[in-house]
């Protein structure tokens, strides 16, 4: 990854966990809590792609788990978000630009509701059952409607910003330093082959002549 794409993920992840810890764990709605974790990650996966995605929602996640007031085993929001995270950039767009708000919807509910069922799940498996008192419907629904209320707010800035970070001036710079580098060797490569060839042909063509004289001479002695 970019410099650029790794100290702008970091600092909005960072940035969206103090949001997620300070405020929306504070509000106390029903069901389940706007995820704004989630959104950032899926913001950079429809840009920088399933890798990007997956990277990002690992990072994401492991800082959640280790935050506090955190209450469940490290580890477990972090494969959650990476798995989220990988999904979600395969349906990355081509152009990285989106036509219409449907798509990224579509995306913010069903990674809502995998991000629910797949934290529930792992939280079984390790013998959490705090889900089972509270609802799994119940949770369902309120994250998918907390989570698509907020994505337009989330997303499409984060979308912005990590296209931003794409025009990464320093590694412009290095590419074309490289580049410039690249066809210089060849150049120079190119100029030393045209010489050593020459100097060889020369050295053969003189090589002709003195064997031609040498004959020349002697056909004349005798």
């Known amino acids: 990854m970019r410099v650029n794409r790794i100290l702008l993920s970091s600092t909005l992840v960072v940035v969206a966990l103090v949001i997620q810890v300070s405020v929306l ?28 995605g997956a990277l990002i929602g690992f990072g994401a996640g492991l800082l959640a788990d280790l935050a506090p007031p955190a209450d469940h085993a490290a580890g477990r929001y972090a494969l959650v978000l990476c798995l989220i995270g990988y999904l979600a950039g395969l349906v990355k767009p081509e152009t990285g630009r989106l036509k219409s708000a449907t798509g990224p919807m579509v995306v913010v509910v069903a990674a809502a509701l995998g991000t629910t069922l797949l934290y529930a799940g792992v939280g079984a498996l390790v013998g959490d059952t705090a889900a089972r008192h509270v609802g799994l419907g119940s949770l369902l629904f309120t994250a998918a409607l907390y989570d698509l209320l907020l994505a337009p707010f ?8 990590a296209r931003r970070a794409e025009n990464d001036p320093l590694a412009e710079s290095t590419s074309a330093a490289a580049k410039a580098t690249d066809i210089s060797s060849g150049w120079l490569s190119g100029g030393t082959g045209l010489r050593i060839g020459s100097q060889r042909n020369g050295l053969r063509a003189a090589r002709a002549r003195m064997a031609r004289a040498g004959r020349i001479k002697g056909v004349k002695r005798l």
């Open 25 to 52: 764990a504070r509000l106390h709605l029903p069901g389940a809590v706007p995820d704004l974790m989630l959104l950032t990650v899926l913001g950079f996966a429809l840009v920088y792609g399933h890798v990007g």
């Open 154 to 161: 989330v997303v499409p800035a984060v979308m912005a910003l």
